[in-house]
């Protein structure tokens, strides 16, 4: 089940689909401002029903939302998606052990771990915590009082359970995992699960813990845009002789049909990051 919500801000309507609370009311929760796991940008999350879910965001060249007798002009669409807290909460827990070199770092209380500066949303966090963060943790007890400290050991096993659980569920997604060899399905789980990781520390500590050459997601991305802009140049190179052959008499060069309107379903839907709550 699932529920809609619109809401105002930024002088704007927006509509948000959401799992259903069951909690009844006009809202599905709460939206919380916490630090992307990777970027570390200011980005909204919506924890409802103690689950924690993250805001895809789509919009479509043109479109409208009608509510009723009113008419947004703003047709874009916020979905949200469960999201694994371990991920969102994993790179405020290795700052607050304060590790040095070879030193494991301190141990600390959760209510410690999760204040924040800047965001008062990780408080809101705290049940979510204690309930998630003892499987990449080790705690120690003093009475009444539980103290957390981030064990490396544990997230790489932890990380690489998420890692081979994508990588037996992409084939059965796209047939088009099926068809290649194993270690390019890892490969893709890795770089998937890579969207929640720091490229420093965790993501090459993964690539090395599971036997893997280690590929740089920014090196891979400025290559794609190297070779959008060569086919850019190519289309526009191509365009001129077409013109030139046009003002040429006699046999005309034949175009060569472009394909048109073709999208990446990934490319369809954008974290939303740099939003206000």
């Known amino acids: 089940m699932s529920s809609t919500v619109?809401?105002?801000?930024?002088?704007?309507?927006?509509?948000?689909?959401?799992?259903?609370?069951?909690?009844?009311g006009n809202?599905?929760?709460e939206l919380l401002k916490l630090?992307?796991?990777?970027?570390?940008?200011?980005?909204?999350?919506?924890?409802?029903?103690?689950?924690?879910?993250?805001?895809?965001?789509?919009?479509?060249?043109?479109?409208?939302?009608?509510?009723?007798?009113?008419?947004?002009?703003d047709g874009s669409l916020y979905m949200a998606t469960p999201v694994d807290p371990v991920f969102i909460l994993l790179p405020i827990f290795d700052e607050a052990r304060m590790k040095k070199g070879e030193d494991l770092g301190k141990f600390r209380q959760l209510d410690e771990i999760l204040f924040v500066e800047g965001y008062t949303g990780y408080q809101q966090l705290l049940s979510l915590a204690e309930k998630c963060m003892e499987i990449v943790c080790q705690t120690q007890e003093v009475g009444s009082m539980k103290f957390y400290r981030l064990d490396n050991s544990?997230?790489?096993a932890w990380l690489s359970c998420k890692v081979y659980c994508l990588k037996?569920?992409?084939p059965e997604l796209d047939k088009n995992y099926a068809a290649q060899d194993e270690?390019?399905?890892?490969?893709?789980?890795?770089?998937?699960?890579?969207?929640?990781?720091?490229?420093?520390?965790?993501l090459k500590l993964l690539y090395?813990?599971?036997?893997?050459?280690?590929?740089?997601?920014?090196?891979?991305?400025t290559n794609m845009e190297n070779l959008a802009t060569a086919s850019e140049n190519n289309m526009a190179s191509s365009n001129s002789l077409q013109e030139k052959a046009k003002k040429k008499p006699g046999k005309q060069t034949k175009q060569a049909k472009v394909e048109t309107g073709s999208k990446n379903i990934r490319d369809m839907f954008s974290r939303a990051c740099k939003k206000k709550c």
Not at 6 to 21: C, F, N, Q, Y
Not at 51 to 67: A, D, R
Not at 208 to 221: A, C, I, Q, S
Request: net charge negative.
């Open 208 to 221: 090395d813990h599971l036997g893997l050459e280690f590929v740089d997601p920014t090196m891979k991305d």
């Open 154 to 156: 544990k997230v790489l």
């Open 183 to 202: 270690k390019q399905t890892l490969v893709d789980a890795v770089s998937i699960v890579g969207e929640y990781l720091k490229t420093e520390h965790w």
């Open 6 to 24: 619109w809401w105002e801000g930024a002088e704007k309507t927006r509509v948000l689909i959401a799992p259903d609370s069951g909690c009844g």
């Open 168 to 170: 037996k569920t992409l």
């Open 27 to 29: 809202k599905p929760g």
């Open 35 to 73: 630090r992307h796991p990777k970027s570390e940008l200011g980005t909204c999350y919506l924890f409802s029903n103690g689950m924690l879910q993250e805001l895809q965001w789509f919009k479509q060249s043109y479109g409208s939302w009608l509510l009723g007798d009113y008419i947004s002009e």
